[in-house]
């Protein structure tokens, strides 16, 4: 069955580096997503993503945030300069937005921590 | 301010039972439903979704949708251990809100 994978599983990094957060999407999938959740609280979005641009971004996605559509498979987040606010699970999610449903299908996360 | 309000539990039953979870939501414009199970370290699992007002069966679980209420739920019933989790009512209009979960314990 097909399904969202992401690279890393964790990630561990000094507050002011940047960071890539990789994932590779459902193949047929039209729409990608970030979300954050951190330790113990909501999963929370951050941005959406449709035709190779950002559809919908939350506040937290600010300046430091990036997304990109690099090829064909891959969707990326970039965080320019980390801060130790940052640490926190990151799901990607993708769905067909084809079927007039949404059945939004999530990765397995990366754990990132910022020291 | 689009919320998605539940109750955080814990929510305990016994082994057998059925376990009754609720939603409220605040965005009137709001159109499909979603809850979700998430076991502890893991990503979010897509259990359930419903568009409609009414009831919505598969297999132990049901979602009953009232939009007049913007209220959702989801029974689970004969309850077992495993599917002590936290489960995550998600609400989509422009984009996914999600709950902040409710922690159900299912006692052996």
């Known amino acids: 069955e097909p399904e969202v994978t992401q690279t890393p599983s964790h990630q561990v990094t000094q507050m002011g580096q940047e960071v890539i957060l990789r994932c590779v999407p459902i193949s047929n999938h039209l729409y990608f997503y970030w979300y954050r959740q951190i330790l113990g609280q909501k999963v929370e979005f951050l941005v959406s993503f449709y035709n190779n641009e950002i559809s919908e971004k939350s506040e937290i996605f600010d300046d430091q945030f990036s997304v990109e559509r690099p090829d064909g498979s891959n969707f990326t987040l970039k965080i320019r300069s980390t801060k130790l606010e940052d640490s926190a699970m990151y799901f990607c999610?993708?769905?067909?937005?084809?079927?007039?449903?949404?059945?939004?299908?999530f990765g397995p996360g990366t754990r990132l921590t910022v020291l | 301010q689009k919320e998605v309000e539940q109750n955080s539990g814990p929510l305990s039953v016994p082994e057998g039972a059925i376990a009754s979870l609720n939603c409220t939501y605040s965005?009137?414009?709001?159109?499909?439903f979603f809850w979700y199970r998430q076991y502890s370290g893991k990503s979010p699992e897509l259990i359930m979704f419903?568009?409609?007002?009414g009831d919505k069966e598969d297999g132990r679980f049901t979602a009953q949708l009232n939009k007049a209420s913007q209220y959702v739920s989801l029974l689970i019933r004969d309850s077992q251990p495993s599917d002590s989790a936290t489960y995550l009512c998600?609400?989509?209009?422009?984009?996914?809100?999600f709950g902040p979960g409710t922690r159900l314990s299912v006692l052996p």
């Open positions: 998600a609400v989509k209009g422009q984009n996914f809100v």
């Open positions: 419903i568009y409609s007002n």
């Open positions: 999610a993708s769905l067909t937005g084809t079927s007039g449903y949404n059945e939004q299908f």
């Open positions: 965005d009137r414009g709001s159109q499909s």
